[in-house]
């Protein structure tokens, strides 16, 4: 697949905290985490970096380039990473925000990624 994505819908978020581009980020302005929790979700993917304070375009449907923080098995779920990087984590059936649609071989990759509504079971 490589490089590509199919934006189907975004939204303006004013971030709250510095985010990287293709980066989960959660409802609450900054890179989500793995803990969940109603602001911390994942609510999509960072188009762009942003500092605090400046819009950032978050990609809420279909697909996007996320960096993996580690390999990931294609079509593997995917979940922001525990460190709070925002970057995609090898998830579960039962916590996913995400399907892989790419492998990615080491950390620092950009994967394609199917976005789903934030799971915690």
């Keep these: 697949?490589?490089?590509?994505?199919?934006?189907?819908?975004?939204t303006t978020v004013?971030?709250?905290?510095?985010?990287e581009k293709g980066r989960f980020v959660g409802f609450n302005g900054a890179h989500a985490t793995?803990?969940?929790g109603t602001s911390a979700d994942s609510?999509?993917?960072?188009?762009?970096?942003?500092?605090i304070g400046a819009p950032v375009s978050?990609?809420?449907?279909?697909?996007a380039l996320v960096e993996a923080s580690a390999a990931i098995s294609q079509?593997?779920?995917?979940?922001?990473?525990?460190?709070?990087?925002?970057?995609?984590?090898?998830?579960?059936?039962?916590?996913?925000?995400?399907?892989a649609l790419?492998?990615?071989t080491q950390a620092g990759?950009?994967?394609?990624?199917?976005?789903y509504r934030h799971l915690h079971a």
Excluded: W
Excluded at 1 to 10: F, I, L, N, S
Excluded at 43 to 51: L, P, Q, R, T, W
Excluded at 58 to 63: D, F, K
Excluded at 109 to 115: G, H, K, N, S
């Design 14 to 19: 004013v971030a709250t905290a510095a985010i």
């Design 58 to 63: 978050v990609i809420t449907h279909y697909t």
């Design 102 to 104: 790419e492998a990615a």
């Design 43 to 51: 609510m999509g993917v960072s188009e762009h970096a942003a500092a």
């Design 34 to 36: 793995a803990a969940g």
């Design 75 to 99: 079509h593997a779920f995917v979940k922001p990473a525990a460190d709070g990087s925002g970057k995609a984590a090898v998830g579960s059936n039962t916590d996913h925000c995400g399907k």
């Design 1 to 10: 697949m490589g490089r590509q994505y199919d934006k189907q819908h975004a």
């Design 109 to 115: 990759q950009f994967i394609e990624v199917v976005l």
